[in-house]
């Protein structure tokens, strides 16, 4: 009994040492909105700040800088921001959801998933829409993740963290190479390359306009469903033992996880690693509690995409580097470090 009780106490303890969720999320959103205004000055030409002022309050269609801040830099860094906090949110719901500190929307398929059904629609249906291409997107990340999860359960024991791992890397060069397979035979090949090296340089307003009811509408029904997920972290059995319907909102989760991460994808392309490395970072942050980790990893991973896409366009100017290979700079050592550690406490 006395060693339960000092447990306790020192877990509460190193919780309230945790940051508070306000300061992490209010600065966190001073600091995006920061990035963002400076991400706004930099490119192939810069802008000077003043002038960027002009473009978003007294906007002038005949100059030339009004037209780059306002028609190219500005839709493309909300871009970032929506899809930065679509893919985050995802993964802090697929890691409570599951139990599984090494879920990642790109980790698990889904991001596979959802750039071979983009490449069927760009072959077989090249005058689809964008939001057409959208849903395509929700059914093939649907259908990565489903196959992921079947393979993973197929040996005894289940689908563990570390198969889940295993067969989502399996899946998901099953379907880039298929996805690249279709891009050389019915010459799309650009368009296709576009979703495997991930960027937002495409993005425009009415992008924007269609995905962010989808993503604000994901990110809301995460807030609304963290004190169930707070629960289901705990066990199955303990969130039962409290009531809580687990397959219902495991089977929410995993609804709303499909919506962000297949509306991020359709816009970002293939971009992994935000959903592991945030989740971990705002938890660290904030403490276990989903209420406060899921907005902070939502302000977080914004801010990430954000300040990547400004280094994808100011490292080598006029040329862009890839996004998404900038973040795997960061993500691939930490999922390294995290699959150690997993390897290390598993049976």
């Keep these: 009994m006395n060693s339960e009780t000092e447990f306790v106490k020192r877990a509460a303890a190193k919780e309230a040492s945790r940051v508070p969720m306000w300061a992490v999320v209010g600065g966190g959103t001073l600091l995006l909105v920061l990035t963002m205004v400076y991400s706004m000055t930099k490119g192939a030409s810069s802008a000077p700040f003043p002038q960027v002022l002009e473009a978003l309050f007294h906007y002038d269609a005949g100059n030339r800088v009004h037209l780059v801040v306002a028609d190219l830099r500005l839709p493309r860094i909300i871009a970032s921001a929506l899809v930065g906090a679509a893919f985050a949110v995802a993964g802090a719901l697929m890691q409570g959801a599951t139990r599984n500190p090494l879920a990642d929307s790109g980790l698990l398929g889904l991001n596979g998933g959802a750039c071979f059904a983009l490449s069927i629609g760009y072959a077989f249906f090249p005058g689809l829409g964008f939001s057409r291409m959208m849903l395509l997107s929700f059914a093939g990340a649907a259908g990565g993740a489903g196959l992921v999860g079947g393979v993973a359960s197929m040996r005894r024991g289940g689908a563990t963290p570390m198969r889940l791992v295993l067969a989502g890397a399996s899946v998901s060069a099953l379907l880039t190479a298929l996805s690249q397979g279709i891009a050389l035979y019915f010459d799309v090949a650009q368009d296709i390359m576009f979703w495997t090296a991930g960027g937002v340089a495409g993005s425009n307003w009415e992008q924007l ?40 909102i495991r089977l929410l989760c995993h609804v709303f996880v499909l919506v962000l991460a297949g509306a991020a994808v359709s816009v970002v392309g293939a971009v992994g690693f935000v959903g592991l490395v945030v989740p971990h970072f705002a938890r660290f942050l904030v403490g276990v509690d989903y209420r406060r980790i899921i907005p902070a990893a939502a302000v977080l991973g914004a801010w990430l995409v954000v300040g990547a896409d400004l280094g994808a366009r100011t490292l080598n100017p006029p040329f862009e580097a890839p996004l998404g290979a900038l973040i795997s700079l960061l993500g691939v050592p930490f999922f390294l470090y995290l699959a150690n550690k997993q390897r290390k406490v598993s049976p």
């Design 209 to 248: 306009r269609i995905m962010l009811p989808w993503i604000a509408g994901g990110v809301a029904g995460a807030i609304l469903l963290s004190p169930s997920v707070s629960l289901l972290s705990l066990g199955e059995d303990v969130a039962r033992g409290l009531g809580l319907n687990a397959p219902a």
